[in-house]
């Protein structure tokens, strides 16, 4: 690639990141990219944690106390990929993970007692999987002796209107991002589906909106490309679940792409095109 900065993001999805043999591969990934340009990560949770995020939120509004399970669960499975990954990082990362946790815990069970959660609240439960996940990826990468360090995305992106569904805005995010440049680390590990707004409130993007953060930042950068890891080969002619012969498009215009996410693909969430201005997106 001729233009661009020279940054390249490299974004891995829940299933790429979920168990130690996926995040193996998505480590040799960073390590390969990062000898060749300056990169940066995004991750989103774990697969199944927003979901049940999304479950464990509505259980709570109804009056069942879930906040004590959830973080347990979601303590033992971030602790494990840490133990088989990042063993002598895991004692010091799981601390990190507490407050996370603890947070999660308190606003699930304050929920369970009647006192509704508002929406920006209801964000930072959905959020959690993401502000987990950062932790353990950096955390793998800097084993591996990579310089990497979990960052979060509301003091590079922004995005505005209700927590729970705002829009992009490219050039405030460009902005912010160039100043955060200035203290940025070396391999940035970027949250997925989270922006900020303008006083860096937690704001997200929508289900599936980490494909939209690492466009939104590839944007940002003027990266070189955005590369989207998913456990799919690529994008196909159908969906796998319906049609077994379903192919890998081999090549695929930017409006195709998008004209695919619009009818409903699952592969990309449909903003994410819009939001690459000319540059490329790799799936
Ligand atoms: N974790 C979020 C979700 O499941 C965002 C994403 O995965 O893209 O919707
Ligand atoms: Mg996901």
Same mark, same amino acid.
């Given at each position: 690639m001729t233009s661009g900065s020279g940054w390249v993001v490299l974004k891995f999805g829940g299933t790429s990141v979920a168990s130690p043999r996926a995040l193996r591969r998505a480590v040799a990934v960073v390590a390969r990219t990062q000898r060749e340009a300056r990169t940066a990560v995004v991750v989103s949770a774990l697969a199944g944690v927003t979901s049940a995020l999304e479950a464990a939120a509505t259980a709570a509004a109804h009056g069942k106390a879930v906040g004590a399970a959830v973080a347990g669960r979601l303590r033992r499975r971030h602790r494990k990929l840490l133990h088989a990954l990042a063993p002598a990082r895991a004692r $010091?990362?799981?601390?990190?993970?507490?407050?996370?946790?603890?947070?999660?815990?308190?606003?699930? /069970?304050?929920?369970?007692?009647?006192?509704?959660?508002?929406?920006?609240?209801?964000?930072?439960?959905?959020?959690?999987?993401?502000?987990?996940?950062?932790?353990?990826? %950096?955390?793998?990468? %800097?084993? *591996?002796?990579? %310089?990497?360090?979990?960052?979060?995305?509301? %003091?590079?992106?922004?995005?505005?209107?209700?927590?729970?569904?705002? $829009?992009? /805005?490219?050039?405030?995010? *460009?902005?912010?991002?160039?100043?955060?440049?200035?203290?940025?680390?070396?391999?940035?590990?970027?949250?997925?589906?989270?922006?900020? /707004?303008? /006083?860096?409130?937690?704001?997200?993007?929508? *289900?599936?909106?980490s494909d939209v953060s690492a466009t939104l930042l590839g944007s940002a950068l003027e990266a070189n490309r955005v590369e989207l890891w998913t456990d799919t080969p690529g994008v196909l002619t159908a969906d796998p679940r319906l049609e077994p012969a379903a192919r890998v498009h081999s090549g695929l215009s930017a409006m195709e792409a998008a004209r695919l996410a619009r009818l409903g693909a699952r592969v990309l969430h449909p903003r994410t095109l819009e939001l690459a201005h000319g540059i490329p997106v790799l799936v």
């Open positions: $010091e990362t799981a601390r990190v993970l507490e407050p996370i946790l603890l947070a999660v815990h308190a606003r699930l /069970d304050a929920a369970a007692l009647g006192i509704r959660l508002t929406a920006s609240e209801h964000a930072h439960v959905l959020a959690t999987g993401e502000l987990l996940a950062v932790h353990v990826v %950096a955390a793998v990468l %800097a084993e *591996r002796g990579l %310089a990497a360090s979990a960052v979060d995305a509301r %003091a590079l992106l922004v995005a505005r209107g209700g927590p729970l569904e705002a $829009e992009p /805005d490219p050039a405030a995010s *460009r902005e912010r991002t160039q100043r955060w440049l200035a203290l940025a680390p070396a391999l940035p590990v970027v949250t997925g589906f989270l922006a900020g /707004d303008d /006083d860096k409130g937690l704001v997200l993007l929508g *289900r599936g909106g």
